[in-house]
C-alpha cells in the first residue's frame, strides 16, 4: 500500500488518500460548516487515517498481496543510503552521491 496523510494549517480539514495496485480509498474529516476541528481530530494518527486504515483492512481482508511494479519508464538509484526513483531522463547525472565519510577526530 502507499498512503499520505495531511492537515490544513487551520485544523478545518484532515484526509488520508492511499491505494494498492487496484484500489484507491480517500478519506476526508472535518466540519460541514467550515469551523475548525476538535483538536483531537487534526492530526493524522487520530483523524483520517485510523478510518482509512479499517476500510482498507475491511476491503483487503482475504486477498493476496498485490505487489507495485516500476514503469518502463522509472529509474531507480542508490541515493544516500536509499532508493529513489526517477522518471527516465531525469535522473542525477553520474548518481546521487553516498554520505560523507565522517570527519576524523581534530583530537590529539
Partial sequence: MA??????????DNWTLGYTPSLV????VGNN???????YLT??????A??????MQGLLQDK???????????VSLPCFGITE???RGTE???GCGTFPSPRPSLSP
Avoid: E, H, L
Fill in 33 to 39: 460548516d467550515n469551523s475548525p476541528m476538535d483538536q
Fill in 43 to 48: 492530526s493524522g494518527v487520530t483523524g483520517a
Fill in 25 to 28: 480509498v480517500g478519506v476526508w
Fill in 85 to 87: 526513483y526517477f522518471v
Fill in 64 to 74: 493476496a498481496d498485490q505487489p507495485f511494479t516500476q514503469p518502463p519508464n522509472v
Fill in 3 to 12: 498512503v499520505k496523510t495531511g492537515t490544513t494549517n487551520d485544523k478545518r
Fill in 50 to 55: 485510523p478510518i482509512w486504515n479499517q476500510i
Fill in 92 to 94: 542525477p547525472k553520474g
